[in-house]
């Protein structure tokens, strides 16, 4: 079956601006994450859905981030006036319910690069 | 706030070799996983471990879980190349919300 899929795979933007990064799970999982990995390092936690709230979003590392999830399935993460430092791949992952042996399974990530 | 670190950060053995990495985390977690990255690649399950002495064993690798030490083990037996790439334990408190290490980079020689 169809795994996580994330869109775009690269996206190059410039400083300012504003992006959106998409994320499809996999059918029937109502658990999605979103992590951002820099180089070198693991991936840091960003959100946390369950369904179509945000179960957790502390790890949002200022009000330039925001993520929604309207139905329950696809998410958007979405980024205003984009900084440099705000280049790494954003991670998805989702899983079937969050329970307690729930296993996340990863989307293949986008690269953003801010110029 | 829970932290995670691994150890060793890069590590180059031989094939046929064995070898142990370690994960370290700070407070109580309730689950710790362990995953694979490919270069280039996104991250893939190897193991959920949930338990205080809870072992499980996948080929050539095997991990176990001790949470009064707050310690993970990754082993690794016999290594061989393709078991080249990073390996990164990560914990959650069931929140959702899992803390990873930093990864351990390792290369396989022939």
């Known amino acids: 079956g169809a795994g996580v899929s994330q869109t775009p795979s690269n996206k190059v933007t410039e400083k300012g601006k504003y992006v959106e990064l998409r994320c499809d799970p996999i059918?029937?999982?109502?658990?999605l994450y979103w992590y951002r990995q820099s180089l070198g390092q693991g991936p840091e936690f960003l959100i946390y859905f369950q369904g179509t709230g945000a179960a957790d979003d502390s790890g949002l590392p200022n009000d330039r981030f925001f993520a929604v999830r309207p139905e329950g399935s696809v998410s958007t993460l979405k980024i205003q006036r984009t900084e440099r430092g705000d280049s790494a791949v954003y991670l998805c992952?989702?899983?079937?319910?969050?329970?307690?042996?729930?296993?996340?399974?990863f989307g293949p990530g986008t690269r953003l690069t801010v110029l | 706030e829970l932290k995670v670190e691994q150890n060793p950060l890069f590590l180059s053995m031989q094939e046929g070799k064995n070898y142990t990495i370690y994960c370290n985390y700070s407070?109580?977690?309730?689950?710790l996983y362990w995953y694979r990255q490919d270069p280039g690649k996104s991250l893939e399950s190897l193991f959920v471990?949930?338990?205080?002495?809870a072992v499980k064993q996948e080929g050539r690798l095997m991990a176990s879980l001790d949470t009064k030490a707050r310690l993970s083990t990754l082993h690794i037996t016999a290594a061989v190349h393709d078991l080249s790439a990073t390996y990164f334990c990560a914990v959650d408190r069931r929140t959702g919300k899992s803390t990873f290490g930093d990864g351990t980079t390792l290369t396989v020689k022939p």
């Open positions: 992952a989702s899983s079937l319910a969050g329970g307690a042996t729930d296993t996340q399974y």
């Open positions: 059918s029937g999982h109502t658990a």
């Open positions: 407070t109580t977690s309730d689950r």
């Open positions: 471990l949930l338990s205080n002495g």
